[in-house]
C-alpha cells in the first residue's frame, strides 16, 4: 500500500483544533468477523450471572409415604399423620400440591463459560474495526452525525476531572447528539427486573478508551448516563459490542489509540502486550466484488450473453390449426393449399 | 462566477457503456444476419417440399400404373414390403413380464398410447412378435407420418423433450445428413432413408392420445376383432383416431 490512512488527533481542549496525525493502527484493519464477536459475546455476557435455585429441600420436607395399591386411592406418597387437613395429602410429586417442582433447579448449573484467548482477542480487534467504520456505528444506532472524523481522537482527554468539563469537550466534538439520545431512552425496565434494583433501561452512548489506569477521567464519565470508559489494556467485547452488535461509538484518547499497535501488533509485527498475538489475515484481499467483476482482467475473458434456445422454447402450436406455426414448418403448405383450392374450383 | 464543468464520469463506468454498446450492436448485427439466413432457409424449405411432394405423388402413380398393368395382363404385381412400422403400445404398464418389459423398454415404448417408428427387418419383425399382444402396429402412410411429425413432433435435445417448432432446429440437428426441413424429417421416415436411425432418434416418441370412438376390444387379436397386433394400413385410421 502506498499511504497508509492517517487519522487526526484533535486537542480535547480546544474546540476542533488539531493536534497531530497519527497513522492509523493495524487493528482497524483487521477483518470484521460478526460471527466470532457474537460467540465471543454470547459466551461471555454469560460470565457476570449469578446463580439462582430453588432451595435443596424445596417440597420434601415431610416424611410421606405412598400407601401402595388396595385403598382405592392414587399411589402418590401421601402426608403421615393425623390431626390435621394436610395428613393424606399427596406430597413430593410436581404435580402436587406443596410438591417439589419437575427438575429443581441446582446452583450447580454451568453458568460461566470460558473461550479460547485467541477467539476473544479476534473478537476484540473485529469490533476495534467496526468502530472505525462510520456505517457499522450509525447503523448500530449512534447519532454522529457531527461528529467531525470516525474513529475519533482526542488529546488531552484523561486529564479531565469534571464530569461538566467531559460532558463540554463530548459536545464540542460532536458527540451531544448521542447522549440526548440515550437520555431521551430511559424507560421502566419490563419484567421482574424493575423491582429488583435495575428499575430503568438505557440505551448505550459512547465509550471513552483512555491508556493510563489512573487518569482522572474514571471519575468524570461516571454521572453521564450511557457513556462508558475502559482502559486499552482492558478492552471488553461486552463494552465495544453490546449486545453482540458491532460499531459502538468509540472515543479514543490519544495515548490510548497510539498504544494500540503496541497492544495487538501489525500484520508484520505480533502484538507485545497480547504476546505473541497477530491479526487475523482477510478471507479476501480485494474484498470488492464488483469492482472485480467490472475490471478489464475479467471483463476480457467473458464472452458476451448466450441466450439458449432449447431452454426459451415457445409453446408448442399446433401447425394444423395455425397458420404461423405451419409457415415455420412448411413454407409450402399454403402453396399446396392454394393450389388444391384452384383445382376444386377449375372442377366444378 | 463558477466555471461549469463537465460531469466527470468514472472510468469504469465509462468502460461499462462501452461494452454494453458493443454488445448490443454485436446483437443487432447477428439479427439482420440471422434474418437473412431465415429468409433463405425458407425458400429452401419451400423448394424441398415441393420436390418431396413431387416425388411421393410420383411414387403413387408409379404403383397405382403397376397394379393396373398386372391387372390387364391378369398378372400379379405384390407391392414391395413396407420399410417402416408404426408401432402404439395399447396395454398399460401393470403386470408386464420381464421380456416384454425389455422389448417394449428398447423400442421406447414405455407409455400408453406413445407411438414409434419401427424399421421394418428380420429383428425388429421376431420383436414385435413377442410383444403383439401389447402393442398395435402396422404400416403408415406418409400423409400420417406427416401428421404425427407436425402436430405431436418433439425433438429430444439434450434429454429434454423440446416442441419442434421451427426449420432451424432441424437444421441445426440434422444439417449435415442434408435434411433441413420439417418435410425431409417426414421424407426420410416415410421410405427410410439411409438416415432414418438419426431422424427417428431425434424425435421423441409420439405421445397420442386415446383414440376417438375407442378400441374394439383390447382382449383379442386384430384378427379376431379386437386390437391388438399387426392391422397393416388400418393403423393409419387408428392414428388419426388418438392424433
Known sequence: MADTPVITVYDAQSSGEVKESVALPAVFTAPIRLDIVRFVHDNLNKNHRQPYAVSLWAGHQHSAESWGTGRAVSRIPRVSGSGTGRAAQGAFGNMCRSGRMFAPTKIWRRWHRRVNIKQKRHAVASAIAATGVPSLVMARGHQIENVNEVPLVLDGIEKVERTKELLDILTKYGAKDDLERVEKSVHLRAGKGKYRNRRYTLKKGPLIIYEDKNCALRRAYRNIPGVDAVSVHELNILKLAPGGTLGRFVIWSAAAFKALDNIFGTYSTPGVEKKGYTLQRHMMTQADVSAIAKSDAVQGVLRPIKIDEDEHHPKKQNPYRSKRAMEKLNPFFKLKKRFEILKNRRGH | ?243
Not at chain 2, 403397376?66 to 407391392?79: L, P
Not at chain 2, 425388429?124 to 401389447?134: D, F, G, I
Not at chain 2, 418433439?154 to 437444421?171: G, H, M, S, T, V
Not at chain 2, 382382449?219 to 392414428?239: A, C, F
Open chain 2, 1 to 243: 462566477m463558477v466555471k461549469k464543468e463537465a460531469k466527470k464520469v468514472p472510468e469504469s463506468l465509462q468502460k461499462l457503456r462501452s461494452r454494453i454498446a458493443a454488445n448490443e450492436a454485436a446483437r443487432t448485427e447477428a439479427k439482420v444476419q440471422a434474418e437473412q439466413y431465415r429468409v433463405a432457409a425458407a425458400q429452401e424449405a419451400l423448394e424441398r417440399s415441393e420436390k418431396h411432394l413431387k416425388d411421393y405423388v410420383a411414387s403413387q402413380v408409379l404403383n397405382q400404373d403397376n397394379q393396373q398393368t398386372a391387372n390387364e395382363n391378369r398378372d400379379f404385381w405384390v407391392e414391395p414390403e413396407p420399410k417402416v412400422i408404426l408401432a402404439i403400445r395399447i396395454k398399460g404398464i401393470n403386470r408386464c413380464p420381464p421380456k416384454v418389459r425389455s422389448i417394449l423398454k428398447l423400442f421406447r415404448l414405455i407409455q400408453l398410447h406413445s407411438a414409434v417408428l419401427i424399421k421394418n427387418n428380420k429383428a425388429t419383425k421376431n420383436m414385435l412378435k413377442l410383444v403383439e399382444p401389447w402393442i398395435t402396429y402396422g404400416y403408415p402412410s406418409r400423409e400420417t407420418i406427416q401428421k404425427l411429425v407436425y402436430k405431436r413432433g418433439y425433438l429430444k435435445l439434450n434429454k429434454n423433450r423440446i416442441p419442434l417448432y421451427d426449420n432451424a432446429q432441424i437444421e441445426k440437428e440434422l444439417g449435415k445428413f442434408k435434411i433441413v426441413c420439417a418435410e425431409d424429417v417426414v421424407t426420410e421416415l416415410a421410405t427410410c432413408g439411409p438416415h432414418f436411425k438419426e431422424v427417428n432418434n431425434l424425435l421423441w416418441r409420439f405421445k397420442l392420445s386415446s383414440p376417438k370412438g375407442g378400441f374394439s376390444h383390447k382382449r383379442t387379436s386384430y384378427i379376431q376383432g379386437g386390437d391388438w397386433g399387426n392391422r397393416e394400413k388400418k393403423i393409419n385410421n387408428l392414428v388419426l383416431r388418438m392424433l
